[in-house]
């Protein structure tokens, strides 16, 4: 199956995609799909990483806001005369950050990074993934991101090893 000497470098992604920490959470969205990835290293200003972001991070603050929201908008209608109708333009007004309101990748980010070094055995890196339930770890060298390991590079090394 897996050679005993296999390495993070040998099954890394590289390079990678890193968010800067002031970029906007809708920016992020976009670069997610348009390179079609569910996550990417977090970097401060000297390109440090500080974090990680994920999809899950942005469904799951999404989902905070619209449960803020919907607390809002049913508060706001308790108070109303029972006798008046619901005006669609009313409810979804609701849905909207106030306005100037920009959500910042810091955030909302995972203020952690799982790190491994290229040389470290990949039973190393499955046991850290499956231990700590993650899907990527961040390959670095002298504290510098030079490669990620996904679930997905997994799979790719289980399909050219097998044959």
């Given at each position: 199956?897996?050679?005993?000497?296999?390495?993070?470098?040998?099954?890394?992604?590289?390079?990678?995609?890193?968010?800067?920490?002031?970029?906007?959470?809708?920016?992020?969205?976009?670069?997610?799909?348009?390179?079609?990835?569910?996550?990417?290293?977090?970097?401060?200003?000297?390109?440090?990483?500080?974090?990680?972001?994920?999809?899950?991070?942005?469904?799951?603050?999404?989902?905070?806001?619209?449960?803020?929201?919907?607390?809002?908008?049913?508060?706001?209608?308790?108070?109303?005369?029972?006798?008046?109708?619901?005006?669609?333009?009313?409810?979804?007004?609701?849905?909207?950050?106030?306005?100037?309101?920009?959500?910042?990748?810091?955030?909302?980010?995972t203020p952690f990074v799982y790190r491994v070094k290229e040389d470290a055995p990949v039973k190393e890196l499955a046991e850290?993934?499956?231990?700590?339930?993650?899907?990527?770890?961040?390959?670095?060298?002298?504290?510098?991101?030079?490669?990620?390991?996904?679930?997905?590079?997994?799979?790719?090394?289980?399909?050219?090893?097998?044959?």
């Amino acid at each position: 199956m897996f050679p005993e000497n296999l390495t993070a470098k040998q099954i890394m992604t590289s390079p990678v995609i890193t968010v800067r920490d002031n970029r906007s959470v809708e920016e992020v969205s976009d670069l997610f799909i348009d390179n079609m990835i569910s996550g990417a290293p977090v970097v401060n200003k000297n390109g440090r990483p500080v974090g990680v972001i994920t999809l899950t991070d942005i469904v799951r603050n999404e989902k905070r806001r619209e449960n803020i929201v919907s607390d809002k908008i049913a508060s706001d209608y308790i108070l109303r005369d029972y006798e008046t109708s619901f005006n669609a333009d009313e409810l979804g007004s609701g849905y909207h950050i106030e306005e100037g309101e920009t959500l910042l990748v810091r955030d909302i980010m995972t203020p952690f990074v799982y790190r491994v070094k290229e040389d470290a055995p990949v039973k190393e890196l499955a046991e850290i993934m499956t231990s700590g339930r993650i899907h990527r770890l961040f390959v670095t060298r002298d504290d510098e991101i030079v490669g990620i390991v996904t679930s997905l590079d997994f799979l790719k090394a289980v399909v050219k090893y097998s044959k």
